[in-house]
């Protein structure tokens, strides 16, 4: 199941993105809102111009969806409802980014208030918020490492608290793991 998992991909990608990012915040550690920013639109301008292409292309062909469910015998394929346009805006304007979708929000609260993400019209947007998130929590890690061993041990409690169990575990995993192999 490894090689077609999509979760254990997408859990591994989460762990090389803190171990990547980890290298790229510490080179300016101080600069903690340009590194926001940066990373804002980093994610930010993909996931606009993939949500809009993915209207487009449910819009020209709405059904096609479910042509390839039934090809490829996906039950979940087939359980999607192509969002409509204003579930779309909230993709393409990043809203579902921060926030996430109902099953997948960090934000246990707002769970009640968003959208499912098989509303969407392009589903794999559900890793963006917690790429998202991971990234800003990677930021005021590389600021409190850049103060002492003390601080960053200090903050990495903080998240061990604060975190709990969720998938950002794995971008600190690999912002630690970066730390051993740079040290």
Known sequence: RFLWDGDVAVFLFFLMSGFVL???????????????????????????????????????????????????????????????????????????????YSTTTLFGGLAPHLWSERATNDPPLWSLHIELWGSMLLIPLSWAKSRSRWVYAAALAGCADLIRGNALDLFVMGAISASLIRS
């Open 22 to 100: 980890a290298f790229s915040f510490e080179r300016a550690p101080t600069a903690v809102v340009g590194s926001a920013m940066r990373r804002v639109i980093r994610l930010g301008v993909p996931l606009a111009a993939a949500s809009v292409f993915a209207l487009v292309l449910l819009r020209m062909a709405p059904e096609q969806y479910l042509e390839a469910a039934r090809h490829s015998g996906s039950a979940w394929l087939a359980s999607m409802s192509p969002g409509d346009p204003v579930h779309a805006l909230a993709d393409i304007s990043g809203a579902t980014m921060v926030t996430g």
